[in-house]
């Protein structure tokens, strides 16, 4: 069992996986958005944000724990941002619109009614489909409904039957699907796929957090070169973002399969190079920006700000992801961090921690 409350290796990794999305998408915005060239796997960013909360989400949440709490904790951690960052789309498109700059808005943007369902977390959670003001939005609804389905299904079963349940969910998948993640506007298993792909993500990090917390320390301990699969299991991932271009093949499922053991990186002795790596100073500043970073680089994009005043390609792409950065921790640090502690200390008064129960055959 982990002696650590928190799991800052994973913390590290989203933030890499965060800023993975970020070179994906400041290289498409110089190159047309062909998704042909360097970090043309984004998805697979997505896929293990996916494992890696269904994972976290299993450690914080006991049993006992109350559903209404749960389901109002996790909104107001995803749905703020979120609301944020497509009033900063609309905004940033506003602007342009009248300056003539960045890119040019479809008059869609301004609809108060499309407004309103990009605020509502049902695209990819229900079969409707409509434009995204922010396109990265879509995985935040997708996430929120599927881990409703931790405390009302998975810490219920056991873990066992939990991952067998994951893997079967996944062939389903693979059998109905040509690729892992479907492109937006599928209209698969009734345009339900993306859900049903981060149930089956979330139902698997979830086993694995409890296959672990049993076994951690005889698979950490005894298991040879731990180090040198760890390492080799996380070349894998990275060499699958890089390359493997979404929506072409089932390819994404070997790379998924890939990321599993990774999740045990916090267990390792302290001694591990990967857990250090993972733990550094930089690697956890990603970590800790990593949510405001997957979301407030789109309306950073639209400005143009990678292509403007610059022919050199790369130097567009650093000038769009060190923007992005700063303003990414800026609000982290002034606004993301303080907002949450507020509202969850809202939610704590409106719904206290129950008193553990005491059996009756045991003394006071």
Same mark, same amino acid.
């Given at each position: =069992? =982990? ?18 999305? $970020? ?6 915005s110089?190159? @047309? ?40 904790? *996790?909104?107001? *951690? ?7 960052? %497509?009033?900063?789309?609309? $905004?940033?498109?506003? +602007?342009?619109?009248?300056? @003539?700059?960045g890119?040019?808005?479809? #008059? ?14 049902? &695209? ?6 409509? &434009? ?20 009302? %299904?998975?810490?219920?079963m ?5 991952l ?9 998948l ?5 690729? @892992?993640?479907?492109?937006? #506007? ?7 796929? !993306? ?6 993500s /979330?139902?698997?990090?979830?086993? +694995? ?7 951690? #320390?005889?698979?950490?301990? !005894? ?14 991932? /990275? ?12 390819l994404d499922f ?9 999740? /045990? ?29 997957y ?24 000038? /769009? ?19 949450? *502690? ?15 129960? %005491?059996?009756?055959n045991?003394?006071?």
């Amino acid at each position: =069992m =982990m002696k650590d409350t928190r799991f800052y290796a994973l913390d590290g990794l989203r933030g890499i996986f965060a800023l993975t999305v $970020l070179l994906n998408h400041a290289i498409q915005s110089v190159t @047309g958005w062909k998704n042909d060239g360097p970090f043309s796997g984004p998805h697979l960013s997505v896929a293990y944000f996916f494992i890696i909360s269904g994972f976290v989400l299993t450690h914080s949440h006991g049993k006992n724990d109350g559903f209404v709490k749960y389901l109002l904790t *996790r909104f107001a *951690r995803l749905w703020p941002l979120t609301f944020i960052s %497509v009033v900063a789309m609309v $905004l940033t498109y506003a +602007i342009l619109n009248f300056s @003539g700059d960045g890119y040019v808005p479809g #008059d869609y943007v301004f609809n108060a009614n499309l407004i309103i369902k990009n605020i509502l977390f049902i &695209h990819g959670a229900t079969p409707f489909k409509f &434009h995204l003001i922010n396109p990265p939005t879509w995985t935040i609804g997708i996430e929120f409904w599927a881990s409703l389905f931790i405390p009302l %299904v998975f810490v219920r079963m056991d873990a066992i039957l939990r991952l067998c349940s994951s893997i079967a969910l996944f062939i389903l998948l693979f059998y109905v699907s040509k690729t @892992g993640m479907e492109k937006l #506007d599928s209209l698969l298993l009734f345009g339900m796929h !993306n859900l049903l792909f981060a149930i089956a993500s /979330m139902m698997l990090g979830s086993s +694995i957090y409890s296959v672990l917390e049993r076994k951690s #320390d005889k698979i950490s301990n !005894n298991s040879k070169h731990i180090e040198v699969f760890m390492w080799t299991s996380f070349a894998t991932c /990275m060499i699958g973002i890089y390359a493997q271009t979404s929506f072409v093949n089932r390819l994404d499922f070997f790379f998924i399969i890939s990321f599993a053991p990774i999740l /045990m990186v916090d267990y390792l002795s302290e001694n591990s190079f990967i857990k250090k790596f993972t733990r550094c100073e930089i690697v956890q500043f990603f970590g800790y920006i990593s949510f405001p970073l997957y979301l407030l680089h789109f309306p950073i994009l639209i400005t143009g700000i990678a292509y403007r005043g610059s022919d050199n390609v790369w130097l567009g792409v650093l000038m /769009m992801c060190s923007v992005s950065i700063v303003v990414a921790y800026l609000y982290t640090a002034f606004v993301d961090v303080r907002m949450y *502690r507020y509202l969850k200390g809202c939610i704590n008064a409106l719904l206290p921690d129950k008193p553990p129960t %005491v059996e009756k055959n045991k003394e006071a």
